[in-house]
């Protein structure tokens, strides 16, 4: 057993032993801090569905909404302060209907498209390749871009590469000079397709694996190796998918990935809804989001078996809570509102990663704006930041930090006969200082941990923020922003070595320490 297995065993260990309100501990490994904590686990996804592009990204330069060249100048600071590190785009489903040409050049000779896949939208194309490519520029995020597979041609694709990315004197680059932008974007990742085994073309794994190595082989000639070449990977727990493609297309993709999506009820026709709920869909979306621990340790296993050094990242491009739409919106626009328990699933889902981290090289939580679990929300000129987008907010520090192996004795969080860990948490080093987040998932009580730092030589805590909310199921809307939003945290105390903290009840807490 390796030492990260030996630990998930022991930390599961103590969790079937400790009795329910334990007292809770957490042991540090800093003596095996080795691995990076890729920020690329931080990424977004920003599909051409209902209102994440256009009103919520785009508004166009003519519009009333204050903007820069277009772009919502309220979004683009948000946006900023997260450090994205990684955008995903076009889609989604939508990527395999969308062809390329449709969105450059003038713009009044663009043409419309229906979005076929989200409500039937009708779209003017001004949001295209130089308009996400110039956002990432902004908001210094790598581009992710999703190719079309399912209705496109390998023709389109390598086209687009040349478009996007040579500096020669070739027609495509010499088009994308005609149409404003002198030098080639640096594009770092190229999606194969999305979800090839559904919205992507439903194929079969045999027949997908085929048109990967076909993709891939022209994507690396005329895209000259400056880009990772991403796989389409499972849905959720299909590791067959997983299997079929490492044994006879590992060899032709940089990055394999995976789709899993949150449901508190496990039913995608019946899924709950974003807010108002009880303390049974609250327990059940934390239990749900926690079983991306194991989604992510059998596909890593089945991967080890084509690839036991972990060559191959694994890229969770999308995941997030999915709920029933918000009343009288478009059910094909994918709008929820976002609550405490939200920002607790994305606390606990990057506590996962970091455990992944040498495995798991990159994550999209869909979706940025206005759709899924979004980090923000807008309605005409006003705009919401969500529990979820403090959470990316209070966790950047963990950005290309040293993961901090971690050893979690908890008390149990029970309901209905079920049980889940109480406390999660993890720590990372940067710049000779060690962050420690810890989230209480409790729905009503508050837990004391105590954390071994004496290995750290950790003295004092430098910073400390708590994101927590009057119930498990608080969120902010546009009358009220500011319901569920971080503040300075004091209730901790460090000595000889241990610091104990007392977590409020559903809260997200992140130390500094030194
Ligand atoms: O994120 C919404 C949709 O979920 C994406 O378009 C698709 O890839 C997935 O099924």
């Known amino acids: 057993m390796n030492r990260k297995n030996l630990f998930i065993a022991l930390f599961f260990a103590f969790v079937l032993a400790l009795p329910a309100g334990a007292q809770n501990k957490m042991n540090l490994d800093f003596n095996n801090a080795e691995q990076t904590?890729?920020?690329?686990?931080?990424?977004?996804?920003?599909?051409?569905?209902?209102?994440?592009?256009?009103?919520?990204?785009?508004?166009g330069p003519d519009s009333d909404i204050p903007n820069v060249n277009g772009y919502r100048k309220d979004i683009l600071d948000a946006l900023k302060e997260l450090n994205i590190p990684v955008l995903r785009w076009p889609g989604g489903c939508f990527a395999d209907t969308y062809h390329w040409k449709d969105g450059v050049g003038p713009k009044g000779e663009r043409p419309k498209i229906k979005n076929y896949f989200w409500g039937g939208s009708i779209e003017d194309n001004s949001f295209g390749t130089h308009e996400f490519l110039n956002l990432c520029e902004m908001i210094g995020a790598d581009p992710y871009i999703s190719a079309n597979v399912g209705s496109g041609t390998v023709t389109e694709m390598v086209e687009w590469i040349e478009y996007m990315t040579s500096d020669e004197d070739i027609p495509m680059a010499n088009w994308r000079r005609e149409n404003g932008r002198e030098e080639?974007?640096?594009?770092?990742?190229?999606?194969?397709?999305?979800?090839?085994?559904?919205?992507?073309g439903d194929m079969r794994p045999e027949y997908y694996s085929d048109l990967l190595r076909q993709y891939s082989l022209y994507a690396g000639l005329?895209?000259?190796?400056?880009?990772?070449?991403?796989?389409?990977g499972a849905n959720g727990g299909d590791y067959n998918w997983t299997d079929v493609l490492m044994e006879r297309a590992a060899r032709n993709m940089d990055a394999l990935s995976?789709?899993?999506?949150?449901?508190?009820?496990?039913?995608?026709?019946?899924?709950?809804?974003?807010?108002?709920?009880?303390?049974?869909?609250?327990?059940?979306?934390?239990?749900?989001?926690?079983?991306?621990?194991?989604?992510?340790t059998k596909h890593s296993n089945v991967m080890d078996k084509y690839d036991p050094e972990k060559n191959l990242p694994l890229l969770v491009d999308e995941w997030g809570i999915w709920t029933d739409v918000e009343p009288g919106t478009e059910p094909g626009h994918l709008f929820q509102q976002n609550s405490m328990r939200?920002?607790?699933?994305?606390?606990?889902?990057?506590?996962?990663?970091?455990?992944?981290?040498?495995?798991?090289?990159?994550?999209?939580?869909?979706?940025?704006?206005?759709v899924l679990q979004a980090m923000i929300l807008t309605e005409e000129d006003k705009m919401v930041l969500t529990p979820t987008y403090h959470v990316f907010n209070m966790y950047k520090v963990h950005q290309d930090a040293t993961y901090i192996p971690e050893l979690l004795q908890t008390g149990s969080y029970k309901m209905g006969g079920e049980a889940i860990p109480a406390v999660s948490?993890?720590?990372?080093?940067?710049?000779?200082?060690?962050?420690?987040?810890?989230?209480?998932?409790?729905?009503?009580?508050?837990?004391?941990i105590e954390v071994?730092?004496?290995?750290?030589?950790?003295?004092?805590?430098?910073?400390?923020s708590v994101l927590t909310a009057p119930d498990f199921n608080s969120y902010n809307s546009f009358d009220e922003p500011e319901t569920v939003k971080p503040v300075e945290f004091s209730d901790f105390k460090i000595k000889k070595g241990v610091l104990t903290v007392t977590l409020p009840a559903h809260s997200v807490a992140t130390l500094q320490l030194q």
């Open 37 to 59: 904590i890729n920020k690329n686990i931080y990424g977004h996804f920003a599909e051409h569905l209902g209102r994440c592009i256009y009103d919520g990204i785009w508004v």
């Open 184 to 200: 080639p974007w640096d594009v770092k990742f190229l999606g194969i397709g999305n979800e090839s085994w559904g919205c992507g």
């Open 222 to 232: 005329y895209g000259g190796g400056k880009f990772d070449r991403v796989g389409c």
């Open 258 to 296: 995976v789709h899993y999506y949150t449901i508190a009820t496990g039913d995608w026709n019946n899924k709950s809804a974003a807010t108002g709920f009880g303390e049974d869909l609250y327990f059940s979306g934390l239990k749900n989001a926690l079983f991306m621990d194991e989604l992510v």
């Open 342 to 370: 939200d920002a607790l699933i994305a606390a606990v889902t990057f506590n996962i990663f970091h455990q992944h981290a040498e495995r798991v090289q990159m994550a999209n939580i869909a979706q940025v704006v206005n």
């Open 425 to 448: 948490g993890t720590a990372s080093r940067k710049d000779g200082k060690v962050n420690i987040s810890l989230s209480n998932l409790d729905a009503t009580k508050e837990q004391v």
């Open 452 to 464: 071994d730092v004496e290995d750290g030589n950790l003295t004092k805590v430098l910073s400390a």
